[in-house]
């Protein structure tokens, strides 16, 4: 659910019975559309997020769901409030702007294609900025596989 509505995450979740990060349930997914609500989504019955942060940020959004699923919720609140900022980066950037944060931080991603515009200078370095903390903290995360 992409539109955020925890309300209404829960509702659907509820009624099909979603799998969590410590149940099976009916195996049906419920899932959160974007990474700055990711706790939230958990909170509320959810199974997890699909979100393009994760292109950038993977161990940073996976460990939010581990810390929950390990009853570490002080800890989950903590990293998701930094993941949270960083995703705006990318909601706010879409496409271009997760290719271009992508760039900025790993030297790969280049622009996005046609009909999406190429960012300018200044979009780059805003986008750069508004990812930069989180991948400060994803760089400070053991890669688990």
């Known amino acids: 659910l992409t539109c955020g509505n925890t309300g ?3 509702r659907v979740a509820n009624a099909v019975n979603a799998a969590t990060p410590n149940s ?3 195996g049906w997914m419920c899932m959160g559309g974007s990474a700055d609500f990711t706790l939230q989504t958990l909170v509320a019955g959810g199974s997890g997020i699909i979100t393009g942060l994760g ?3 993977p161990r940073a959004c996976v460990k939010v769901y581990d810390l929950y699923a390990a009853g570490k919720v002080e800890e989950a609140q ?7 900022r960083g ?3 990318v909601i706010a950037g879409g496409v271009a702007g997760t290719k271009s ?3 900025a931080h790993y ?6 294609r046609r009909p999406l515009g190429r960012p300018t200078k200044e979009e780059d370095e805003r986008w750069r900025d508004m990812t930069a903390e989180v991948v400060e903290a994803e ?4 890669d688990k596989y």
């Open 139 to 142: 760089e400070g995360i053991a």
């Open 55 to 57: 292109n950038i940020v």
């Open 78 to 84: 903590s990293l998701q409030a930094v993941v949270a």
């Open 8 to 10: 209404k995450l829960n």
């Open 101 to 103: 944060a992508l760039q």
């Open 24 to 26: 099976e349930g009916s």
């Open 107 to 112: 030297g790969y991603g280049g622009f996005a």
């Open 87 to 89: 995703d705006w980066g």
